[in-house]
Structure formats: structure tokens, C-alpha cells
């Protein structure tokens, strides 16, 4: 199955612990030359030892040109990508990445960002702080962590100029400390605009109190790093998936997804994640009602039903037909 095309090649100048079960890879251009810019919240596609593809944020200030800084977190229910970085990817290594996308990019028209970052989620939002406190930007962060010792650049916020405008909390500290987000959320203010990043319970919690508040879907930017309902449901039937271009109709097997059940026709949707985070495979839909399973689309998005993420998303209707 196809993945997203690597376009640069890069050599991992140095791997460092920055908490428990967090390292980072300080990537450098092989040949040494300035590396493609990039803006606050973006990612790149790094090919891992064993074949595997992950989108991870960059965490360093965007005006650099002669590296990008990614961390990653060890997850005990990983699919290949956080143990090949923690156990395979060594200093001196290349590899190849993807130039950087942004699906998460800030709201340059915002009178006030709120940045809210949950564990690994910091990586995105830490390089967001940056950015608008170079621009002197109003802007608050809140980063929650379980404890201090899984808190990544701790350091790096602290000895920063813009210190004063974050709060850290944790999870095993005291009741006071701790993120309360009924009354940070609790009033939205026309013109803030709400960035979050963190695990999919975290980031639940968030834009589920956000939204019962009655903040406006603009003003809620998120990315997830993991899938939400990817995985096959026991009920799951088959349904068929009809190529507008040549009329063809392919069923969709129970234990299959559309990529899967299409490749194996020999019709390739470029794919990454594989679980409905990154929008790499997001396909047009011309007829029929999918069953969104993806975390990538808005809600809005999601109820027009005119795209999906072939990769975890199914259908609803009997037959869906794609611009494909």
C-alpha cells in the first residue's frame, strides 16, 4: 500500500531523553543545507526502520532553517512507530521525511490564542508559544502532564521569555493545580481561539467543554496524534464502493478497509496514518453516507458527507461512490 512520498533525506544529528518514556531526534539535511521553512503546528511523514510511516509535530522555533526537532512518546500500545524511534533510530541514522505539512496552523486573525497541551500533545503547541511570543501575540498555555518527570521541555518554557504565560498542572499534585477546564472554558470570548494537542481522552475532555460552553467551531483548532474508532466493529457488514471515473463497483469486505479492499483491485489511495488522523487519503464522495471514523474532519466536515477517510472510515448506505 502506498504511502506518503519522502522527499528529503535527513541524518539524526542527536537523539535525547527529555522525560520519562519522551525522546526527541534533532534532524539535520544530509548534505547539510537549509532545510524547507515550516510554520507553527506543522508535521512531517518520517520513514521508520521496518517500514512503518508517522506523522510527528516539530517542536523547534520555526524561524530555524538548519534542523527540525521532533519528540516522541513510547506508547505500550504502539504500532511499530514509537518503539522503532526509542529502540531502532540511532544518532547518525537517515532517514526519510516528508517536507513539512500543517493541518493545525494558528489563527493569525485570533485577538487571544488559549493553547492547551496535554503530555506529548506539547510539541505542537510549545512551537505555537514560540511563535506568537515572537509576535507578541496575547496568548495563554496551560500543559498538563500524569507527573513532573513526563513533563518534555520543562526547561526550555521555564527559561523562556514568554514563562509567565504558562501554567503547568499534574495529575498526582495537589487539587489546586490541577487543569480545571469547566472554569478556564467556561466563558468563550469572541475572538479567542482554543488550540489543543494531547491523548484523544485529554483532548475529549476539552473540545466536549468547549463546545457545551458554547464555543464556536472556529474558534477550535485540535490535532490528534493517535486514531479515534478505527478499529472493525463486531456488526460491521460489507458494502460496495463505486469509482465514478470507470463505473467499476468493488465491495468492501467486514474485515477490510476501503484502501485495503482497493488496493488489492490494484486502485492505490495514497495513504500514512492509516487510522483517520493525518487527511492524507481524504477522498471525495459523489453518492451515498459514510460512517465517519476519523478524528482529521470537523464535525461540520463530517456531516456534509461529501469526503472521508477511506483508510477507517465505512459507509452508512449500501454503496458509496467516490471521485475516484
Known amino acids: 500500500m502506498s504511502t506518503a512520498n519522502a522527499t528529503l533525506c535527513v541524518r539524526v544529528a542527536r537523539k535525547s531523553e527529555e522525560a520519562t518514556d519522551i525522546c526527541s531526534l534533532e534532524l539535520v539535511s544530509k548534505e547539510g543545507s537549509p532545510l524547507p521553512g515550516f510554520s507553527a503546528g506543522s508535521h512531517v511523514d518520517v520513514h521508520l526502520p521496518g517500514g512503518v510511516v508517522r506523522q510527528y509535530s516539530l517542536c523547534n522555533d520555526p524561524a530555524e532553517t538548519h534542523r527540525y526537532l521532533i519528540a516522541v512518546l513510547r506508547d505500550p500500545a504502539s504500532r511499530g512507530g514509537s518503539v522503532a524511534v526509542h529502540d531502532a533510530v540511532k544518532e547518525g541514522d537517515e532517514l526519510l521525511i516528508s517536507a513539512p505539512k500543517n493541518h493545525f496552523a494558528l489563527a493569525h486573525e485570533a485577538k487571544r490564542s488559549l ?4 503530555g506529548i500533545g506539547v510539541t505542537p503547541i510549545l512551537c505555537m508559544a514560540e511563535r506568537l511570543a515572537v509576535m507578541g501575540a496575547d496568548f495563554e498555555m496551560h500543559y498538563a502532564t500524569r507527573s513532573r518527570d513526563r513533563m518534555a521541555f520543562v526547561d526550555r518554557i521555564q527559561g523562556s521569555a514568554f514563562a509567565g ?9 495537589p487539587a489546586g493545580q490541577r487543569l480545571d ?3 478556564l472554558l467556561g466563558t468563550p470570548q469572541p475572538g479567542t481561539h482554543l488550540y489543543v494537542c494531547g491523548p484523544k481522552g485529554f483532548m475529549d475532555a476539552v473540545l466536549g467543554t468547549a463546545r457545551s460552553a458554547g464555543w464556536g467551531e472556529s474558534q477550535l483548532h485540535w490535532e490528534f496524534f493517535a486514531g479515534g474508532d478505527a478499529a472493525p466493529h463486531a456488526d460491521d ?6 469509482l465514478a471515473s470507470s463505473g467499476r463497483v468493488i465491495t468492501i469486505a467486514p474485515d477490510k478497509t476501503v484502501t485495503q479492499a482497493l488496493a488489492e483491485e490494484g486502485v492505490e489511495i495514497l495513504v500514512s496514518c492509516e487510522q483517520g488522523v493525518c487527511g492524507t487519503c481524504l477522498t471525495r464522495v459523489l453518492e451515498g453516507t459514510p460512517d465517519h471514523r476519523d478524528v482529521y474532519l470537523t464535525p461540520e466536515e463530517q456531516a456534509a458527507n461529501d469526503q472521508f477517510t477511506p483508510c477507517c472510515s465505512r459507509a452508512k448506505s449500501g ?3 467516490l471521485d475516484l
Open 319 to 321: 454503496r458509496l461512490v
Open 237 to 242: 457488514g460489507s458494502f460496495e464502493v463505486q
Open 165 to 173: 504565560k504558562v501554567q503547568l498542572h499534574f495529575d498526582d499534585g
Open 115 to 118: 493553547l492547551l497541551a496535554g
Open 181 to 183: 477546564l469547566a472554569g
